[in-house]
């Protein structure tokens, strides 16, 4: 079964359910979405330390993807990131990447 038709059984489900019912169901699965964001950033940060080389993955409202930088400090699932164009940032570490170096470090 794919994607969408695993949605549409869902939403024809949801629709007979009491407005209390479905709340609960909605606040068990953002309870449970946080908690696997968690733990995924958390493992993320466990390959990351202090003065790597890591790029953005992702382009936000205020950081495009690829802002290169490096780690200042691995808390949790939290990475301080010292990026060049940037300055400092808290960034969840399921947005970082380990940066390949540079052809000029790469050679020194």
Sequence with gaps: MDRTETF???????????DDDLR????????????????AAQQA???L????EVESVDAG??????ARGHVTEV????VTVHLLE?????????LLRQASPS???ASA
């Design 24 to 39: 609960a169901i909605i606040e068990f699965l953002g309870e449970d979405y946080k908690a696997r964001r968690k733990r």
């Design 86 to 94: 940037h300055g400092m940032w808290r960034l969840d570490a399921t």
């Design 61 to 66: 409202r205020k950081l495009q993807a690829g």
């Design 75 to 78: 808390r949790g699932g939290v």
């Design 103 to 105: 052809p000029r470090q």
């Design 45 to 47: 940060a466990l390959a």
């Design 49 to 52: 330390r202090p003065g790597d």
């Design 8 to 18: 549409r059984q869902i939403t024809r489900l949801a629709a007979g359910l009491e």
